[in-house]
């Protein structure tokens, strides 16, 4: 793993409505079969995996993931499609910024029932 802080933090809004700041701090560079965490508040932790074929962008979905955070794939007025992980303290938050933002959840994926 390669972590490269950057001096000069790219800086950024988003936001169609609402705009919000947002400050590109760094790059992490992983080798294959490396793990990093991102870690919040309360310890909750998101994982992500390098593979030789890509990323698991999470970890499961309908286990370990779901203690913590709801997963949803999301679109924008715009269009486009997103993958959200959403801490199930700030459900409140996130409704109310995607009703400001005119985004829609197409799919909770949390909910899923997978078959034997």
Same mark, same amino acid.
């Not at 609402?18 to 590109?24: D, F, G, L, S, V």
């Not at 030789?52 to 999470?58: L, Q």
């Not at 924008?76 to 997103?82: D, I, R």
């Not at 409140?92 to 409704?95: A, H, I, L, P």
């Given at each position: 793993?390669k972590f490269n802080?950057l001096i000069?933090?790219?800086k950024?809004?988003?936001?169609?409505k609402? =705009?919000? *700041?947002? !400050?590109?701090?760094?790059s992490i560079k992983l080798k +294959?079969n490396?793990m990093?965490?991102?870690?919040?508040?309360?310890?909750?932790?998101h994982?992500?995996?390098?593979k030789?074929?890509?990323?698991?962008?999470?970890q499961?979905?309908?286990?370990r993931l =779901?203690? *913590?955070? !709801?997963?949803?794939?999301?679109k924008?007025?715009? +269009?486009?499609?997103?993958i959200?992980m959403?801490e199930?303290?700030?459900m409140?938050?996130?409704?109310e910024?995607c009703r400001?933002?005119?985004q829609?959840?197409i799919?909770w994926?949390?909910?899923? =029932?997978?078959?034997?």
């Open positions: 793993m802080k000069n933090p790219r950024f809004q988003t936001g169609l609402k =705009k919000q *700041n947002i !400050k590109e701090i760094g +294959n490396e990093i965490s991102l870690i919040v508040e309360g310890n909750k932790r994982e992500v995996t390098r030789v074929w890509g990323f698991y962008a999470t499961s979905i309908n286990d =779901k203690k *913590n955070f !709801k997963t949803a794939i999301v924008n007025s715009m +269009n486009k499609v997103f959200m959403v199930r303290s700030k409140t938050k996130f409704r910024y400001i933002e005119k829609r959840v799919k994926l949390d909910r899923e =029932k997978l078959k034997k």
